[in-house]
């Protein structure tokens, strides 16, 4: 599975974004997907996860309640539609694919597929 996430930007906070991330490759559809984020210096850490049928989703404490993780199966493509942004958003977000059908895995280790990341920044 090939990812391509886009739709970073600068923002201030209070704002909304939304994150897409392309994918190819008949697996796609099979395999749960996830976004992480790095802060500057920080490790990698999860944000979203969404199951293969786009039924069940998982969510960090920090953005339960602000973003949404979806997927549209039939465009390939996983969303991130990120409200209520605060300065402690920034990062850079990967997209990644896990190398199981079902949602719930938060390691980075059980996401075998990675997107090339999109810087969002968000100010005070």
């Known amino acids: 599975v090939q990812l391509q996430a886009s739709g970073g930007g600068l923002v201030q906070a209070g ?3 939304r994150l897409s991330c392309a994918g190819s490759g008949r697996l796609f559809r099979d395999k749960a ?3 992480f984020r790095q802060a500057p210096g920080k490790e990698r850490t999860f ?3 969404i199951n293969s049928a786009g039924r069940r989703t998982y969510y960090s404490d920090s953005v339960e309640g602000r973003f949404t993780i979806s997927r549209d199966n039939a465009k390939n493509t996983l969303y991130l539609q ?3 942004l605060i300065p402690e ?3 850079v977000y ?3 694919a896990s190398m199981f059908a079902t949602g ?3 390691r980075v280790v059980d996401f075998t597929s990675w997107g090339q990341g999109t810087q969002v920044t ?3």
Request: charged share 10%.
């Open 33 to 35: 997907l996830g976004w």
């Open 47 to 49: 944000v979203a996860t």
């Open 15 to 17: 704002d909304s974004l």
């Open 94 to 96: 990967y997209c990644a």
């Open 82 to 84: 990120m409200n209520s």
């Open 122 to 124: 968000v100010s005070s």
């Open 89 to 91: 958003d920034t990062g």
């Open 104 to 106: 719930g895995y938060r």
